[in-house]
């Protein structure tokens, strides 16, 4: 077992005490119990009932800023290529309109 492996296993049991998982007693048990330990195996006991660990990370866009769930966020200026396309489609549509004209 490696000293990254036990402190992994360490913030799991101080995060379940301090989120209430786990009591006084029993989280102190389970630490004296990791800190005890020469094999793997032997900390089954200590990482049985803990919360699991999250798998993934809030993508960036998801996170929130500020405000509560179901605000609206103020609204993000238009970069330039937005400008460059609503311009093209509109200089694009005016040239249809232009030709369609001329041809009738």
């Known amino acids: 077992m490696t000293d990254a492996e036990r402190e992994r296993l360490n913030a799991r049991l101080n995060a379940a005490f301090t989120s209430g998982a786990l009591d006084q007693d029993d989280y102190q048990s389970r630490l004296d119990r990791l ?5 793997l195996g032997e900390l089954v006991p200590v ?3 803990l919360p699991p ?3 993934y990370s809030n993508p960036a866009i998801v996170a929130s800023s500020a ?3 179901g605000e609206l966020s103020e609204s993000r200026p ?5 400008a460059v396309v609503v311009g093209g489609l509109a200089a694009a549509i005016l040239i249809v309109a232009i030709l369609l004209v001329l041809l009738i």
Do not use: I, N
Not at 35 to 39: E, I
Not at 78 to 82: A, C, D, E, N, V
């Open 78 to 82: 238009p970069g330039r290529l937005t």
């Open 35 to 39: 800190f005890a330990a020469r094999r």
């Open 53 to 55: 660990l999250p798998t």
């Open 67 to 69: 405000g509560q769930p």
């Open 47 to 49: 990482a049985e009932g």
